[in-house]
């Protein structure tokens, strides 16, 4: 597609004396879009307009003044002064053969201006359908990652749930066993307070046989020496 606005180039086709299907096709076949086409006929009619308005008349004829015919005219001078019929009937004639010429001239620029206006709408309506598209697509691509982060934290949360469960569970189970070795040793201090003074008893008579026997074997030695 060609770059820029082509107005300069439709400028110098209207003073060339195309029309504005000639000026269209010759636009078109240099790459335009019809957007560039119709804003830029668009930009050349309003320059023309305003620069015409600007324009000063020149070159025209001053206008004419009639002046009162003599009352001595003769009818020979009238006779000169009116133009023939025929050529009366041939000017008309010519203009209007000529009219309908312009009128299908006219009529061919309006239709294909129209066509081009027409297709410049149906170019920005497929830009909006376009644009609408990529935006009903991103809507979805944002709510089915939105989904999934909701599926995932959902999976997270029940994780951390069973995460939750197995610690409190661990921890019960650490909390029954202290309490089973608490209460053996309990026991073993129940036990232990029963048993020991029984064990204390025995070690001290044991100590006191030692030493009656310890002092027998020193009188048996004793007597063996003075014998």
């Known amino acids: 597609m060609a770059s820029g606005s082509p107005m300069n180039d439709i400028m110098e086709m209207k003073q060339r004396g195309l029309s504005n299907n000639e000026i269209i096709q010759n636009l078109q076949r240099q790459g335009y879009s019809n957007t560039q086409i119709f804003d830029a006929m668009s930009q050349a009619d309003t320059k023309i307009a305003v620069e015409g308005n600007m324009q000063p008349i020149s070159g025209g004829q001053p206008p004419r003044q009639s002046y009162p015919m003599p009352q001595q005219e003769s009818e020979l001078d009238q ?36 066509e081009l206006v027409e297709a410049v709408i149906e170019e920005k309506w497929e830009e909006l359908v376009k644009d609408v598209n990529k935006i009903v697509d991103w809507k979805n691509k944002v709510e089915s990652r939105v989904s999934e982060m909701e599926v995932t934290l959902a999976g997270l949360r029940e994780n951390f749930s069973d995460l939750q469960r197995a610690i409190l569970s661990k921890v019960n189970d650490y909390d029954k066993h202290i309490q089973e070795v608490g209460s053996e040793i309990q026991a073993m201090e129940k036990v232990f307070s029963k048993v020991l003074p029984r064990f204390t008893e025995n070690i001290n008579e044991l100590s006191s046989i030692a030493e009656k026997l310890k002092k ?8 063996a020496g003075s014998s």
């Not at 009366?88 to 201006?113: I, M």
């Open 79 to 114: 006779e000169i002064f009116t133009p023939p019929p025929m050529e009366e009937e041939r000017q008309q004639q010519s203009s209007n053969y000529q009219a309908p010429q312009q009128d299908t001239s006219f009529d061919e620029n309006q239709v294909k201006v129209e």
């Open 216 to 223: 027998g074997k020193n009188e048996n030695k004793k007597g």
